[in-house]
């Protein structure tokens, strides 16, 4: 079962702040962010696993929590280069990337 | 070292046509997987291998075969091309555990192939 994104899209000015949430009604063992860029194929920005630290990629970090089965993207002081469609991925309790679920994607437009 | 090849990058068909999308990788990844990408949907998986002569369904795998004869080719064919299937399809490979570095936890794409079924 696909996990779920929120919001579906969000528009921002350069240097504002973002939050994209990602649950799912399963157990989350391990939740795989990546970002697509329009036209292009989608790149890996980081892992969380189960029990694991919050994750950080420049000015994009995130965190996981068990309870909530949710995983957060927060975006802080967005660049134009932070445009495109974030998708969560849940995977098993290895982190590994095989089978990964991917969400529906959020898209996101940073404005001058 | 190129990645994960996909071709073409653009290709139309008619209903009932048949055709087969090509994957190849040059990093030596046992893992190769075939994703469609359609508005709204997200990345849904349709059929993975995990290596040579392996090969298992995903979430939507009616309607496409895969074989893995060799660990760098994984190719998707489409027996009878149906509109449903218009969609942008990316190949993907995962890198081997124990590599080191967490390949393994990494998804490389290719490029994506856009198919119209008229």
């Known amino acids: 079962q696909q996990p779920v994104q929120s919001p579906q899209a969000v528009i921002l000015r350069e240097g504002e702040d973002a939050v994209i949430n990602c649950s799912s009604s399963k157990a989350l063992y391990s939740v795989h962010w990546y970002r697509q860029k329009h036209g292009e194929a989608p790149v890996f920005l980081m892992i969380?696993?189960?029990?694991?630290e919050q994750k950080g990629h420049d000015k994009i970090s995130a965190s996981f929590n068990e309870k909530k089965q949710q995983s957060s993207l927060y975006l802080t002081a967005s660049q134009l280069s932070y445009s495109g469609t974030y998708f969560c991925g849940t995977g098993p309790i290895s982190g590994s990337a095989r089978q990964l679920t991917f969400g529906s994607g959020t898209q996101l437009t940073v404005l001058p | 070292n190129a990645g994960v090849t996909q071709t073409p990058k653009f290709q139309v068909l008619k209903t009932g046509q048949s055709m087969t999308l090509q994957c190849a990788q040059d990093?030596?990844?046992?893992?190769m997987s075939w994703y469609r990408q359609d508005p709204g949907m997200g990345l849904r998986l349709i059929h993975y291998s995990v290596g040579a002569g392996i090969t298992d369904q995903g979430e939507v795998p009616n309607g496409y075969n895969v074989s893995r004869s060799t660990t760098e080719d994984f190719p998707l064919r489409l027996l009878s091309a149906a509109p449903s299937q218009t969609s942008v399809y990316f190949c993907?490979?995962?890198?081997?555990?124990?590599?080191?570095?967490?390949?393994?936890?990494?998804?490389?794409f290719g490029a994506g192939s856009r198919l119209t079924v008229l």
């Open positions: 969380l696993l189960k029990g694991g």
């Open positions: 993907a490979s995962r890198g081997n555990p124990g590599q080191g570095n967490s390949g393994a936890n990494v998804l490389t």
């Open positions: 990093m030596n990844h046992e893992y």
